[in-house]
């Protein structure tokens, strides 16, 4: 059973009725993929080509024309409570003058805002029209999408003034999540570019305006995600610098402390050995001695570590 199915007008949009679509416009049938309908449906009313395309269990963003229809595949950002916003859903689409059909997996919120719309009576005039419309719609979710992941990028790169701050715990992900999202842009940048220059009866100029313009959407979408997942590997890598740079720092000090008090390690390990010959065992001011001499071995030592310039 189909998820919804319109008849849609210039004027008008009002809920499919009969085996065909309405004089002067077009039809709009909406699936999930899951539906035991759907093959049948396919089969009765969409080539075999696109039929297949529309069912396949994986997808990536595409624009090609077929006959006299066109194959579509956009995606725009997960909003359900089932997964992260980068688990990007798909929307498939067969397209020709009189008939749209919609396929989906995952719940699209743009596809169910149109779908309100409809039984409204308020919907796209034309097919291309409702490409556009749900192009626009879902470029316009995965840009607030990139503009908050931007905002919490400012707030790491505002971290690294201060020396002291821990490296921010949401790092890897959020980079993770620009880079599972720059996955599925680019391909969608392209695909929008195609269906602009595709030569089809379908798409008007106003529609190859319309669709420029999500194409050049796409375009910085992708270049800003490119450019965020730069600023956050620049944020990894000074943190990351500033750990090496206190490791080293303590390995030095650490390193100078060894240099000064080896010889007296070794000094007074070699008068504490318990063997007969052991000079000053007899003379009572031989302890102050071996003292003194201690303080004048680490005083030696820093001076010779200064003139080194190693301290």
Known sequence: MTICAFDITATDAREAAGDTAPEG??????????DADLPAYLEAHVPAIPAAALTAPETRPRADRYGDGLMLNL???????????DQMVAVRMWVTAKLVVT??????????????????????????????????????????????????????EDSVQDDDAPLPPELAEER?????????????RDALVA????????ITQANRDSLREQANLAKLTVEELEALIARMTAVQDHHTAQAALMQGHTGYLLSIVA??????????????VNVGGMPGIDTPWAFATLCISLVVMTVGAVWLLRRLKWI
Request: glycine residues 10%; without cysteine.
């Open 25 to 34: 416009g077009y039809r709009w049938v909406h699936f999930d993929l899951t």
């Open 176 to 188: 993770r999540m620009a880079i599972r999202m720059r996955r599925y842009l680019a391909p969608q």
């Open 75 to 85: 995606r725009g950002v997960n909003l359900n409570a089932d997964g992260p916003a």
């Open 195 to 202: 269906l602009v220059g595709i030569d089809s009866g379908l």
């Open 103 to 156: 396929v989906r997996v995952r719940k699209v919120f743009a596809l169910d805002a149109m779908r309100t719309e409809a039984s409204q009576g308020d919907a796209p005039a034309t097919p291309m029209q409702f490409v556009s419309t749900l192009a626009t719609r879902l470029m316009s979710r995965v840009q607030d999408t990139v503009f908050d992941l931007s905002g919490r990028v400012d707030e790491m």
């Open 259 to 272: 240099a000064v008090f080896l010889p007296l390690g070794f000094v007074t390990g070699l008068f504490g």
